[in-house]
Nanobody, 124 residues
Framework: QVQLVESGGGLVQVGDSLRLACTTS????????IGWFRQAPGKDREFVAA????????DYTNSVKGRFTIFKDIAKNTVYLQMNSLIPEDTAVYYC?????????????????WGQGTQVTVSS
């Protein structure tokens, strides 16, 4: 089964950029659709972005459209979330998740494997 490790989080200022990485291990990475979710203190986990297993289609929550980009590098077994023009409302722990459902999938319950999360803090 694939395992996921997130990296790239940190403390940034409003308007800055970050690139999160979701690196996988396992022989069948290319068969998985990958999603990014986030959870802020006191809030439910919410969908951010997802790509299908080929990396050819993507979906985004409305609040990040035009600012975030998800892309899959199969050769590196990694899915990235490029986050630009960050705002304080983006502050959360970000998780990547994998599913064998075709994707892109917005529902957390469809994902079978989750990473441990990486903290993103946007300071005003």
């Amino acid at each position: 089964q694939v395992q996921l490790v997130e990296s790239g989080g940190g403390l940034v200022q409003v308007g800055d950029s970050l690139r999160l990485a979701c690196t996988t291990s396992g022989p069948t990475f290319s068969a998985y659709a990958i999603g990014w979710f986030r959870q802020a203190p006191g809030k439910d986990r919410e969908f951010v972005a997802a790509t299908n297993y080929r990396g050819s289609r993507a979906d985004y929550t409305n609040s990040v459209k035009g600012r975030f980009t998800i892309f899959k590098d199969i050769a590196k077994n990694t899915v990235y979330l490029q986050m630009n023009s960050l705002i304080p409302e983006d502050t959360a722990v970000y998780y990547c998740a994998a599913t064998k459902v075709t994707g892109p999938d917005t529902i957390p319950g469809l994902y079978d494997v989750w990473g441990q999360g990486t903290q993103v803090t946007v300071s005003s």
